[in-house]
């Protein structure tokens, strides 16, 4: 199971924190994405990190800007969300899938997941 929080209300060029929090003792051993969904939009990918949390990529519309990061005591990942802008308004989620077990690499395909949280809602305002 994954939850997502960390969600809310900001302003253009302020700072957010996403935490995605996995139950049960194999979390650490998935590679995780983090993805976006804005209202009539497809679902994108935006960062992801691989099992080791020695590996990670952000799509090109927030590199520089946001940085994905794992905890492997506290079974979570983060993403750290600076600069942000209203296109960044959507709804996060973070995802992993049976083909991400021990994975180096995490797809930016969002059907190649199959385990999604619940979403968190990021609202920019300018």
């Known amino acids: 199971q994954l939850v997502e929080s960390g969600g809310g209300l900001v302003q253009s060029g302020d700072s957010l924190s996403l935490s995605c929090a996995g139950s049960?003792?194999?979390?650490?051993?998935?590679?995780i994405g983090w993805f976006r969904q804005a209202p009539g939009k497809d679902r994108e990918f935006v960062a992801g990190?691989?099992?080791?949390?020695?590996?990670?990529r952000q799509s090109d519309s927030v590199k520089g800007r946001f940085t994905i990061s794992r905890d492997r005591t506290n079974n979570s990942v983060y993403l750290q969300m600076t600069n942000l802008k209203p296109e960044d308004t959507a709804v996060y989620y973070c995802?992993?899938?049976?083909?991400?077990?021990?994975?180096?690499?995490?797809?930016?395909?969002?059907?190649?997941?199959?385990?999604w949280g619940q979403g968190t809602q990021v609202t920019v305002s300018s």
């Open positions: 990190i691989d099992w080791t949390g020695g590996r990670t």
């Open positions: 995802a992993s899938g049976r083909s991400l077990r021990q994975s180096a690499i995490t797809p930016t395909s969002r059907y190649q997941y199959e385990y």
């Open positions: 049960g003792p194999t979390f650490n051993n998935y590679a």
